[in-house]
């Protein structure tokens, strides 16, 4: 840690807050819950009417977590991971949703934290304080000012609504996934369109698909799933995990994802294709993210990579009855390059009379008309639109909001050719500010749950550590963040994830910069570094 950089900063006298936390996720939860615990003066803003963050907004039919209840959860607290009880292998959102107010109520975070609040604008103060401009409706803003910001603000949160011509003309009900209503949509009896064939659109097709009268999907990009093959918990299992739940956590503190799944063999082409496909066949079987862990070198070699998604398309070939419906839900690209989803039931759900496919490649969408959606050669008459199309992932809620940092320099200016922070967790030029799961984290990629965890306590840390030292001013160095952006950009170069238009390089947003956003080598390399850092006093960071 360099205490000599950078001019000295005057005295700042008294903020309104030690740390203002934006965002009530998991991330905002668990951070004020931690800094008020370490005495610190703490606050969260949240845009929503309550706490879940992302699960609050994912209120779409069908809404479930890919990552198993009984770890997407939290381990700070034993007698809370002890206490709560999963029903099912895979959540569904209300539940998660009723685990994040529990938590909330448990450690009696209510009074801290303030809904139906947006932050609109962060200015870094030449006192040496964060200015914050909160905006509510029906409310005058306010300003309020504190030593740190941390934005817990998600990296799936703002939603990405394509510039489809006449999108504001349609006379029916629109909807998107990530922004769904609270009270109970229902599709019986409508014809609906779902634009989208990702994980959210995966997920909720089947269940819209058993309401409608008629659904029409239209696809852009054919995307790989495996099935969920989700099961209501088995009580035993649940008391084997309890008895031990410290020697799970620890167990997937060593795994790529964090997460326990069967260990990878090694490579798919040391294998016979008789071995492979009864390796994919077990995990298949078993169910859920575990097929990208088969083999060791899925993500690194195209014709390894090949083998499992020719297992995949050969499943929906199996599946889907329709042969050329078959052929357009086949996708070509590589494997594991877009988020894999989980699904239950989605290529079965082609099969029902009252769903038809429409590849926008060979059909593409002219506009939206009053009535329905028009296509090259016919207009898809519609009385509900649905877009599942996903988010400005990692970067779009950051951007939002007017943050500027030293000499007033704007994030989205710093950020222009893409984001640059040093660890996701702290950006130069931007001091006493951290984003839990930024961008070159590894976040997204892994259980987000200890990934969140690991974020909040280094952040909580470092304050303390700034705290006993008699410092208030942290800031990440420009040498420690371009040394750590290079790292970030070639582990990804190396992995065939980078190869494709995913969100995961902003190539679903129009005009994003591609730029492959979350850190790839691993949660157990990442926390270590992360670790090492500070425990060398905090490295790569000016502290005065
Ligand atoms: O969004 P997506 P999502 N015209 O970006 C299409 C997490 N998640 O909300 O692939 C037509 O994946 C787009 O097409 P293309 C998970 O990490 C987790 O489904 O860009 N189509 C794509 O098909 C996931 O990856 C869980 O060609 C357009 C779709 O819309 C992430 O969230 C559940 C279009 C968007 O798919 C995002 O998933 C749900 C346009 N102009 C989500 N623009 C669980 O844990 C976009 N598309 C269970």
Same mark, same amino acid.
């Given at each position: 840690?360099?205490?000599?950089?950078?001019?000295?900063?005057?005295?700042?006298?008294?903020?309104?807050?030690?740390?203002?936390?934006?965002?009530?996720?998991?991330?905002?939860?668990?951070?004020?819950?931690?800094?008020?615990?370490?005495?610190?003066?703490?606050?969260?803003?949240?845009?929503?009417?309550?706490?879940?963050?992302?699960?609050?907004?994912?209120?779409?039919?069908?809404?479930?977590?890919?990552?198993?209840?009984?770890?997407?959860?939290?381990?700070?607290?034993?007698?809370?991971?002890?206490?709560?009880?999963?029903?099912?292998?895979?959540?569904?959102?209300?539940?998660?949703?009723?685990?994040?107010?529990?938590?909330?109520?448990?450690?009696?975070?209510?009074?801290?934290?303030?809904?139906?609040?947006?932050?609109?604008?962060?200015?870094?103060?030449?006192?040496?304080?964060?200015?914050?401009?909160?905006?509510?409706?029906?409310?005058?803003?306010?300003?309020?000012?504190?030593?740190?910001?941390?934005?817990?603000?998600?990296?799936?949160?703002?939603?990405?609504?394509?510039?489809?011509?006449?999108?504001?003309?349609?006379?029916?009900?629109?909807?998107?996934?990530?922004?769904?209503?609270?009270?109970?949509?229902?599709?019986?009896?409508?014809?609906?369109?779902?634009?989208?064939?990702?994980?959210?659109?995966?997920?909720?097709?089947?269940?819209?698909?058993?309401?409608?009268?008629?659904?029409?999907?239209?696809?852009?990009?054919?995307?790989?799933?495996?099935?969920?093959?989700?099961?209501?918990?088995?009580?035993?299992?649940?008391?084997?995990?309890?008895?031990?739940?410290?020697?799970?956590?620890?167990?997937?503190?060593?795994?790529?994802?964090?997460?326990?799944?069967?260990?990878?063999?090694?490579?798919?082409?040391?294998?016979?294709?008789?071995?492979?496909?009864?390796?994919?066949?077990?995990?298949?079987?078993?169910?859920?993210?575990?097929?990208?862990?088969?083999?060791?070198?899925?993500?690194?070699?195209?014709?390894?990579?090949?083998?499992?998604?020719?297992?995949?398309?050969?499943?929906?070939?199996?599946? +889907?009855? /329709?042969?050329?419906? =078959?052929?357009?839900?086949?996708?070509?690209? !590589? $494997?594991?390059?877009? @988020?894999?989803?989980? %699904?239950?039931?989605?290529?079965?759900?082609?099969?029902?009379?009252?769903?038809?496919?429409?590849?926008?490649?060979?059909?593409?969408?002219?506009?939206?008309?009053?009535?329905?959606?028009?296509?090259?050669?016919?207009?898809?008459?519609?009385?509900?639109?649905?877009?599942?199309?996903?988010?400005?992932?990692?970067?779009?809620?950051?951007?939002?909001?007017?943050?500027?940092?030293?000499?007033?320099?704007?994030?989205?200016?710093?950020?222009?050719?893409?984001?640059?922070?040093?660890?996701?967790?702290?950006?130069?030029?931007?001091?006493?500010?951290?984003?839990?799961?930024?961008?070159?984290?590894?976040?997204?990629?892994?259980?987000?749950?200890?990934?969140?965890?690991?974020?909040?306590?280094? +952040?909580? /840390?470092?304050?303390? =550590?700034?705290?006993?030292?008699?410092?208030? !001013? $942290?800031?990440?160095? @420009?040498?420690?963040? %371009?040394?750590?952006?290079?790292?970030?950009?070639?582990?990804?170069?190396?992995?065939?994830?980078?190869?494709?238009?995913?969100?995961?390089?902003?190539?679903?947003?129009?005009?994003?910069?591609?730029?492959?956003?979350?850190?790839?080598?691993?949660?157990?390399?990442?926390?270590?570094?992360?670790?090492?850092?500070?425990?060398?006093?905090?490295?790569?960071?000016?502290?005065?």
């Amino acid at each position: 840690m360099n205490d000599t950089a950078d001019a000295a900063v005057p005295d700042s006298g008294t903020p309104d807050l030690d740390a203002l936390i934006v965002g009530a996720g998991f991330a905002g939860l668990y951070l004020l819950h931690r800094l008020r615990g370490a005495g610190f003066r703490a606050r969260v803003y949240e845009a929503g009417g309550g706490v879940g963050g992302t699960w609050y907004w994912n209120r779409y039919p069908g809404a479930r977590c890919d990552v198993e209840s009984l770890s997407y959860s939290y381990q700070f607290d034993e007698a809370l991971q002890q206490e709560w009880e999963w029903t099912e292998r895979y959540a569904v959102q209300p539940e998660i949703l009723r685990y994040a107010n529990h938590v909330a109520d448990r450690f009696a975070l209510w009074p801290d934290m303030q809904f139906d609040t947006r932050v609109a604008a962060a200015h870094w103060d030449a006192d040496g304080l964060w200015r914050v401009r909160l905006e509510a409706e029906g409310r005058a803003p306010e300003t309020v000012t504190a030593r740190f910001c941390i934005m817990a603000t998600g990296c799936l949160s703002t939603a990405n609504l394509p510039d489809i011509p006449g999108r504001n003309s349609f006379r029916g009900a629109t909807y998107h996934t990530g922004r769904w209503p609270h009270e109970e949509v229902d599709f019986t009896g409508l014809r609906v369109a779902v634009i989208g064939t990702g994980s959210s659109a995966i997920q909720s097709i089947p269940a819209i698909a058993k309401q409608a009268a008629q659904l029409t999907v239209f696809q852009r990009t054919a995307n790989y799933s495996v099935p969920a093959q989700n099961r209501p918990l088995d009580p035993a299992e649940v008391a084997a995990v309890k008895a031990d739940y410290r020697g799970l956590r620890e167990e997937a503190k060593t795994r790529f994802g964090c997460f326990v799944v069967d260990l990878p063999r090694p490579s798919a082409l040391a294998d016979s294709p008789e071995q492979r496909v009864a390796e994919f066949e077990r995990r298949w079987q078993t169910g859920g993210l575990t097929f990208m862990a088969s083999y060791e070198d899925l993500l690194y070699d195209a014709e390894a990579n090949e083998t499992a998604a020719e297992f995949v398309r050969a499943k929906i070939r199996a599946t +889907v009855r /329709d042969p050329e419906t =078959a052929r357009t839900l086949m996708p070509t690209n !590589v $494997i594991g390059c877009k @988020r894999l989803c989980v %699904d239950t039931g989605y290529f079965e759900t082609y099969n029902r009379p009252n769903v038809r496919l429409i590849d926008i490649n060979e059909q593409p969408i002219s506009e939206i008309t009053g009535s329905g959606v028009a296509v090259e050669g016919e207009e898809i008459a519609a009385d509900a639109i649905v877009f599942a199309t996903g988010f400005d992932a990692m970067t779009g809620s950051l951007k939002r909001i007017d943050i500027r940092g030293r000499g007033g320099l704007p994030l989205r200016d710093a950020w222009e050719a893409g984001p640059r922070t040093y660890l996701g967790l702290a950006v130069n030029g931007f001091p006493n500010l951290f984003t839990i799961t930024g961008p070159g984290s590894p976040s997204v990629l892994t259980n987000m749950m200890p990934s969140i965890e690991q974020h909040v306590e280094w +952040v909580s /840390d470092c304050i303390e =550590a700034l705290r006993d030292r008699g410092a208030t !001013v $942290i800031e990440a160095e @420009r040498a420690a963040q %371009d040394d750590w952006v290079g790292h970030v950009n070639e582990l990804a170069d190396a992995s065939l994830r980078s190869t494709c238009s995913s969100w995961y390089v902003g190539a679903n947003v129009p005009g994003k910069p591609r730029v492959f956003m979350p850190y790839i080598g691993g949660y157990p390399a990442y926390a270590a570094r992360c670790a090492e850092i500070a425990a060398a006093g905090y490295e790569g960071f000016a502290i005065r």
